[in-house]
């Protein structure tokens, strides 16, 4: 499974990896700079079905297609469900083969982390499953998104039979 320390996916370079990097609440969050597309005024959202039962409290229609929106906060089960209001942001990214949007309060912008100073998500602990990593910036921990596990197959499936 690769992440964001796979050579092969990775921008890195000399041990360096650019991330773009978003507050939600008080947590600080990362994903690999080449997976981020934009950021967007927050819209009006659809209910998905599984909203009850799964990580995307909704969904947004972008470009014709539906995107899932993500509280990462409530992905790794850090605090309950973001508030939207008018000055809240989607930070738009394409992890898999498909767009998501993470609900954010502030996009901090590109942070150039060394590699060896990000902490693998496997020694975190339960529930840390869709990282690849911790690293410390200068406004705290950044919890790093793995891009290939932002959503598991079951969340993906789920979301494309309620798309269809």
Known sequence: M???????????????IALVAFRTAEHLFAIDLQYALRAIPACEIVEL????TMPPIGALRFEGSLVPV???A????????MQ???STLFLLARPRDRIVAFVV???LGVRHIDIGAIARAERLGL???RLSGVAPDIEGLIHIFDPERVLTDGEEA??????A
């Open 2 to 16: 690769a992440s964001t320390h796979d050579s092969k996916k990775s921008n890195s370079a000399d041990g360096v």
């Open 49 to 52: 079905p599984t909203a009850d």
């Open 70 to 72: 993500l509280d990462p």
């Open 74 to 81: 409530r992905l790794l089960r850090m605090t309950s469900a």
């Open 84 to 86: 939207i209001v008018p």
């Open 105 to 107: 309060d502030t996009v």
């Open 127 to 129: 529930g840390m499953s």
């Open 158 to 163: 789920a979301i494309a039979a309620a798309s």
